[in-house]
Nanobody, 127 residues
Framework: VQLQASGGGLVQAGDSLRLSCAASGLTFNNYWLGWFRQAPGKEREFVAARRWSGGTTSYADSADSVKGRFTISRDSAKNTVYLQMNSLTPEDTAVYYC??????????????????WGQGTQVTVSS
């Protein structure tokens, strides 16, 4: 399984970015693809996830919630999942990782659920 994340960059507060995660080698059914981020000195945190088939999604529900600003989507023809990020703030600055999970008995908002990880793409938001 290979996951290739791309689309990061340096933007200003209020701007938008779209991250892409191209997946290959995923042959099991009912897997989930997720996005996590890790800021310097902080733990990796959940951002959003999507079940590949069926369209069920999940978003982080934290104090600096991305819900309402970020949207996870997929292009099945390209085996790619996207993270559209709008109204970015400096607090969104982090390395963003995509990950893939086989069916998991718990929630998909934890790193424990994921078996495969991409290399990360840097997002920097200036004020």
């Amino acid at each position: 399984v290979q996951l290739q994340a791309s689309g990061g960059g340096l933007v200003q507060a209020g701007d938008s970015l779209r991250l892409s995660c191209a997946a290959s080698g995923l042959t099991f059914n009912n897997y989930w693809l997720g996005w996590f981020r890790q800021a310097p000195g902080k733990e990796r945190e959940f951002v959003a996830a999507r079940r590949w088939s069926g369209g069920t999604t999940s978003y982080a529900d934290s104090a600096d919630s991305v819900k309402g600003r970020f949207t996870i989507s997929r292009d099945s023809a390209k085996n790619t999942v996207y993270l559209q990020m709008n109204s970015l703030t400096p607090e969104d600055t982090a390395v963003y990782y995509c990950a893939a999970s086989r069916p998991y008995s718990g929630g998909y908002d934890t790193t424990r659920a994921y078996d495969y990880w991409g290399q990360g793409t840097q997002v920097t938001v200036s004020s």
